[in-house]
């Protein structure tokens, strides 16, 4: 089992910046693909990025290429997404996923997620 907890969400102008991340419990942790999704409000949910469970592979959507960037540090046990040129249209909630494969990962695990709000 894994459970997953998301941090770091909040209130930032479009331009801006939000470190979120996702603290993990369990022991397969370091094993798991890491992922990130989002959902806007009367949107399906996406994916935004992800890892593999050695760092050595990612992923990111064309969306968001070139101003997000996915991390872990597998000692911590934490996951983490460095969103940088917010834009207004990134507004949405968070979720952490976790789950085995890379790619066509199958997302075993999510947390509740966290609110991430840009202004214009």
């Known amino acids: 089992q894994v459970q997953l907890v998301e941090s770091g969400g909040g209130l930032v102008q479009a331009g801006g910046s939000l470190r979120l991340s996702c603290a993990a419990s369990?022991?397969?942790?370091?094993?798991?693909?890491m992922g990130w999704f989002r959902q806007a409000p009367g949107k399906e949910r996406e994916i935004v990025a992800a890892?593999?469970?050695?760092?050595?592979?990612?992923y990111y959507a064309e969306s968001v290429k070139g101003r997000f960037t996915i991390s872990r540090d597998n000692v911590k046990k934490t996951v983490y997404l460095q969103m940088n040129s917010l834009k207004p249209e990134d507004k949405a909630v968070y979720y952490c996923?976790?789950?085995?494969?890379?790619?066509?990962?199958?997302?075993?695990?999510w947390g509740k997620g966290t609110l991430v709000t840009v202004s214009s």
């Open positions: 996923a976790a789950g085995p494969g890379f790619p066509n990962t199958h997302w075993d695990y």
């Open positions: 890892i593999s469970w050695s760092a050595a592979n990612t």
């Open positions: 369990g022991r397969t942790f370091s094993t798991n693909t």
